[in-house]
């Protein structure tokens, strides 16, 4: 800690920051433009200056910037100097000489960082009277619109892209006062943080071009904390709301999680909220007919639950994309014996051993501000850019941190971006990879291992030997495997943080176990090191802690006439199994009942269908990939522009379809009571109740705002439906008011932030006014609170299933290391691999993510390629048991041969370890459907 002197105040700061984070943390108003928290200093906008006297003797000081200045011991300055004022109000005049004057039209007025800045510095006349520069605008793909003219040259964008990011198709070209930061030729950015940019941009260059098909400005917007639901990592969004669409997803700060930063899946695929088709009434189907008749709640609820008193038994069917209430609620209904989790047993299998573990193996897991803190990775059977891309890009970070390393042992401080990257001349802390194919992180790899599956996990056993010769060897291993194997022991024992990543991509036990001997082996030499394992969907962590079958059994169990009633809680079953199994289960239920909030194949197989709640319209827990229970809030309610929607949230349908079937009064039962009833249930679950304050909370006696105070046209909005403006529908469920008629502001510690604004501050960067300091922690404590810990390893085996504790041996070490991968002539094995934009079942609705998806295809090795005699771009027929595909041929040179690689969405009906036949479509006839 430092003691400073600003404007003859005393304060105490972190002797370690620059002056500008020191006087931003402690709440004082300096403009800047080219710093950012994330990205540190590079001193190339001048708005930042102050004095800086010598001492207290001093009456001249002498102009400095803020962000290049070291704070010092009893160091004086003044933010509030006149010569001082008059300088940055001078650069953002320069700054303005060729920015339009556009403000009313620019789509980031209103939350625009050079709107606040140019308040701040007091400029409010343009003396500037010639010619403007203008520039030609790109087509930047289906994400990012493109206004150059905009531009004030802070770099910001390129170092965030570039340098942060890791992308490489956008740069800043020309010199001088004509710089263009855009592309070589236009087309999509592919980058998957490109979507940043629209925040770390301080005015209107680059932004959000799905919000500008409804656009509408920032205060305007009704926001809610949110969890984004399109993977298991947890960011934290701001969905932003008007007439009942969600027009915008913003970053909502987490200190531990996501920090400024999403990734574009997460960003820009919400659009399937907004899907004319979604189903807003419940329809009741009877069988053999193609419509469904419409009806009301209660007639809905009374002809399912007189169905379901017909039935001899009722199998449920859960979800890890459903809160872990509405799972909770639908075990209650079904019994614990009839609830499946709906996870395929593969996948189930999986999910089990991660659970397992992560109490069991020695090492915690990291959050995604931690897993940035270690010194050696190895990432064995994942692709995180494809599976978890926030994780993927926190990895990034902690391979380039060795720069920041070489930077302190020689005093030179981490702020200092510039300097740190000349120094580090692309030093990084050691990465090892081993993935079937190539990754997004390759670039940055000391070696990566292009291996099938169970060569992975020969590599892993072999590592964890190296580490711990108690660890079973792997005895037939080649050379080159067993050197590579080798050299990432040593690298993991030489760090002080080594991490291990892994997860269920690969669909892989084994690789799992792997990771799990690698982790035992290195707690057990003391190492402070983490397991990361990456889940496929949002609450996959959440749904596996609940238990349930397989999904397997619950078909299983309809098709053999073992139970003769389903209920699917927002799953569509024909993404997870093929068709003739699903469609067996579903013909032989005298009734099936699917909840979900959009029209899936298994909605129109439903005899009664009830609209779902999205993540939009209800409030919910969800678990993350490293255990962290967090609450998601309903951003708005459905019937207040649509009074003809029936929506509910699943839990809330679920427990009043169990009252009416059980002859009870429906009860109108509160969220906090669903928690609490599964915190209670489930004792793994209990911190669950801690992951958010109560609908209880207040601040100075007010509930929440969810729309900022100069949210405007609510009188205006139901005119087409009466002239008379209803009260805002009220939610007991949670701190929240529907209206800005609540606290909202930042002197008051809370983790509950809706939206980040503070006086003089509308931009993003209103989020430096929440945080104890900036880039730290909300004031208020980050959200969540984490339910799956490393624990004792008896208690971990009475929770644990599976058998995998019987191929343990003594030490804890799992001993069953699967033989070599032999490719076969004439056949194939499949391997699934994630996808960023296409992968995922609720975002590939979104017409944007589809956009930018492009065309699937199968992936081959370049020596089977040869073989078969096709060369890229060929279509190619593969055909497993049950199904067929044509795709166009992509050639990998790192794929092992006798592997054919697909991308995840493209057919439920192929998984991973499927044996296929490819050869020309002609010569396998007709691709069947």
Known sequence: MATIHVDGRAYEVVGSHNLLQACLSLGLDVPYFCWHPAMGSVGACRQCAVKQYKDEDDTQGMLVMSCMAPVEEAMRVSIDDEEAYEFRRSVIEWLMANH???????????????????????????????????????????????????????????RFYRDYAGGEDLGAFGSNDNVYFGRYREGALE??????????????????????????????????????????????????ERYGDIRRIENRYHGEVNGYFLCDRGRFGHGYVNRDDRPRRPEWRNVGEASATPLEVDAALDRGADALRRARRIIGIGSPRASLESNHQLRELVGEANFSSGVVAAEQACLSRMARLARESGLPAPSLREVEAHDAILV???????????????????????????????????????????????????????????????????????LAEENIARLGFAVAHAIDDRAPAVDDLDESTREAARRIAEALLDAQRPLVVSGGSLASPA???????????????????????????????????????????????????????????????????????????????????????????????????????????????????????????????????????????????????????????????????????????????????DAAPGNDYRIEGLELARAPHRYSGRTAMRAHLDVSEPRPPSDADTP????????????????????????????????????????????????????????????????????????????????????????????WRVVILPRLFGGEETSSLSAAIAARAGASTLTLAADDARRLGVTEGDSLSLETADTRRNLPLRVDPLLPPGLVAVPAGVDPALASGDSARLALPDSMGVETP
């Open 380 to 450: 064995l059977g994942e692709d995180p850019l494809q599976s978890a891309a926030r994780l993927g890009l926190a990895l990034r970070r902690a391979v380039l941190a060795r720069g920041e390393v070489l930077a302190e042992a020689r005093d030179i401080p981490a702020w200092n971006a510039e300097a740190v990257m000349t120094l580090a001349q692309g030093a990084r802390h050691p990465l090892f990879i081993a993935y079937p194919a190539a990754t997004g992180l390759d670039s940055l790899a000391e070696h990566h291992l292009a």
């Open 511 to 689: 690789i799992l176990d792997a990771a799990g001997n690698i982790a035992r082996a290195l707690a057990g030499r003391r190492r402070r090191g983490g397991l990361t394992l990456v889940r496929r969907e949002a609450n996959s962590t959440g749904v596996e802690l609940l238990g349930g079958h397989p999904l397997e059994w619950a078909l299983d169990e309809l098709s053999r006439g073992a139970a003769d009633a389903l209920v699917v809680l927002e799953n569509d079953l024909y993404q997870r199994l093929p068709r003739a199994p699903v469609d067996r289960a579903l013909e032989a239920s005298a009734l099936v009942v699917v909840l979900d909030h959009q029209r899936t194949p298994t909605w129109q197989r439903a005899h009664l269908g009830l609209p779902a709640a999205s993540f939009a319209e209800a409030s919910g827990t969800l678990v993350s990939l490293e255990g962290r229970a967090q609450r998601f809030f309903a951003v708005h309610e459905p019937r207040y522009h649509r009074p003809e929607s029936r929506i509910h949230s699943s839990w809330r349908w679920l427990h009043a379809l169990e009252a009416t079937l059980e002859h009870r009064q429906a009860s109108d039962v509160g969220l906090e009571t669903v928690i609490r009833a599964c915190a209670d249930r489930h004792p793994a679950l209990a911190a669950i109740i």
């Open 736 to 827: 929240f008011v529907f209206s800005m008629e609540g606290y909202s502001g930042s002197d008051r510690p809370r983790s509950l932030v809706a939206f980040a604004w503070a006086p003089g501050w509308n931009s993003p960067q209103a989020w430096n006014k929440f945080t104890d300091e900036v880039g730290g922690h909300l004031r208020g404590g980050d959200p969540g609170v984490r339910v799956l810990e490393p624990g004792s390893r008896e208690r971990s085996h009475e929770r644990s299933h599976g058998r995998s504790h019987e191929r343990s041996s003594e030490s804890g070490y799992a001993t069953e290391v699967p033989a070599a991968f032999a490719a076969r002539d004439g056949e």
């Open 100 to 158: 339009p004057h556009d403000c009313p039209v620019c789509e980031e007025g209103g939350h625009c960082h050079l709107q606040d800045m140019t308040v701040m510095t007091g400029h409010a006349r343009r003396r500037y009277r010639f010619r403007k520069r203008t520039h030609r605008n790109q087509d930047l793909g289906p994400f990012i619109a493109h206004e150059m003219n905009r531009c004030i040259t802070c770099y910001r964008c390129v």
């Open 191 to 240: 980058s998957a943080f490109s979507g940043n940019l629209t925040e770390v941009c301080p005015t209107g260059v680059f932004t959000d071009r799905t919000h500008s098909d409804h656009y509408v400005r920032k205060w305007d917007l009704q926001f809610a904390p949110s969890i984004c639901h399109q993977c298991a990592v947890g960011c934290n969004t701001s969905p932003g």
